[in-house]
């Protein structure tokens, strides 16, 4: 049995959390938690920790725009996303929203300012 110390992101709060985990890696219970969301968060981040990636893409004239994942994605599998993202090229014209890189580990990459 293990125990691992947190900070929930949940709220501003930022609760101190600590898991008790056995030796396969399920959560057996979460305690310092002030509310049902930072039990979940606590659960998640222990059993299968997700991320948002917020990045650039280049542009085909040569600049830049920030992108982002619309949903997390497995913290496991960032680097494959941002090897994807430094490859891609957008074409320009776009809107924010507009999808550029479809099904990344179960979300899309979308453009978050809009470029003429």
């Given at each position: 049995m293990a125990i691992r110390e947190l900070t929930?992101?949940?709220?501003?709060k930022g609760c101190a959390l600590k898991v008790e985990i056995d030796e396969n890696g399920k959560?057996?219970?979460?305690?310092?938690?002030?509310?049902?969301?930072?039990?979940e968060y606590a659960e998640n981040e222990c059993t299968n920790p997700m991320r948002t990636v917020?990045?650039?893409?280049?542009?085909?004239?040569?600049?830049v725009i920030p992108v982002k994942t619309v949903t997390p994605?497995?913290?496991?599998?960032?680097?494959?996303?941002m090897n994807l993202i430094n490859k891609g090229v957008v074409t320009l014209p776009v809107h924010i929203g507009d999808i550029v890189i479809a099904d990344v580990f179960g979300s899309?990459?979308?453009?978050?300012e809009n470029r003429k």
């Open positions: 929930c992101i949940i709220c501003p959560v057996l219970g979460v305690a310092g938690n002030t509310c049902k969301r930072g039990a917020t990045s650039t893409m280049r542009c085909s004239d040569g600049s994605i497995p913290k496991a599998d960032i680097y494959e996303c899309n990459i979308v453009v978050t």
